[in-house]
């Protein structure tokens, strides 16, 4: 159980529209529910905070950011509020989300997907078959690339000779 003034569950916070249209951006095209890329940058963010953005664009039309933290997030966002003890959460928040936000699309994504794509370049390295699971099924072969997509910035994977967003494949082996 949640303690009402220690913690808590649901986080919202006023950002630019800026903001919030990265978001909706990027939760369309990793195919993940908001609340999970929410808490994905909440954790993986904290570290890197980018104040100068928010000051730069005051212009910026304002919305609010809504998302619920994930059980497990909990300790770990208590944890990164005493780490910030010269903010206020709102500040706090909202500095983590730009930061994120400010970086193009393959920089989001290596942060976000760090272990899935060290696990892919070992993988194109060493020559082994993956079995990965993708939005047309699952397929298995040898990594022929992992690079950005020069149009949309994304990153993407070349297995037998066809092209696979890194966001949108599952290991399987």
Do not use: W
């Given at each position: ?5 220690t913690?808590?569950?649901n986080?919202?916070?006023l950002?630019?529209k800026?903001v919030?249209?990265i978001?909706?951006e ?12 929410c ?5 993986k963010f904290?570290?890197?905070?980018d104040?100068?953005?928010s ?5 910026e039309?304002?919305?609010?950011l809504?998302?619920?933290l994930?059980?497990d997030n ?5 944890e ?7 903010k206020?959460?709102s500040?706090?928040i909202r500095?983590i989300f730009?930061s994120y936000?400010?970086l193009?699309?393959f920089l989001r994504?290596?942060n976000?997907?760090?272990?899935k794509?060290?696990?892919?370049m070992?993988?194109k ?6 079995k990965?699971y993708?939005?047309?099924g699952i397929i298995?072969?040898?990594?022929n690339s ?6 949309n ?14 966001s949108?494949?599952?290991?399987i082996n």
């Amino acid at each position: 159980m949640l303690r009402k003034y220690t913690e808590k569950s649901n986080i919202k916070v006023l950002v630019s529209k800026y903001v919030k249209e990265i978001l909706e951006e990027d939760t369309k095209h990793f195919n993940i529910p908001k609340y999970d890329l929410c808490n994905r940058i909440l954790i993986k963010f904290f570290l890197r905070t980018d104040t100068n953005f928010s000051r730069l664009t005051p212009f910026e039309e304002k919305e609010y950011l809504q998302f619920s933290l994930q059980k497990d997030n909990i300790p770990r966002y208590i944890e990164l509020k005493k780490l910030m003890k010269d903010k206020t959460e709102s500040e706090m928040i909202r500095d983590i989300f730009v930061s994120y936000t400010t970086l193009p699309p393959f920089l989001r994504e290596i942060n976000l997907f760090e272990e899935k794509i060290v696990f892919i370049m070992t993988a194109k390295k060493e020559y082994k078959r993956l079995k990965l699971y993708t939005d047309e099924g699952i397929i298995e072969g040898k990594i022929n690339s992992l690079k950005r997509n020069e149009i949309n910035n994304y990153l993407e994977v070349e297995i037998n000779s066809k092209k696979y967003y890194i966001s949108r494949v599952e290991i399987i082996n």
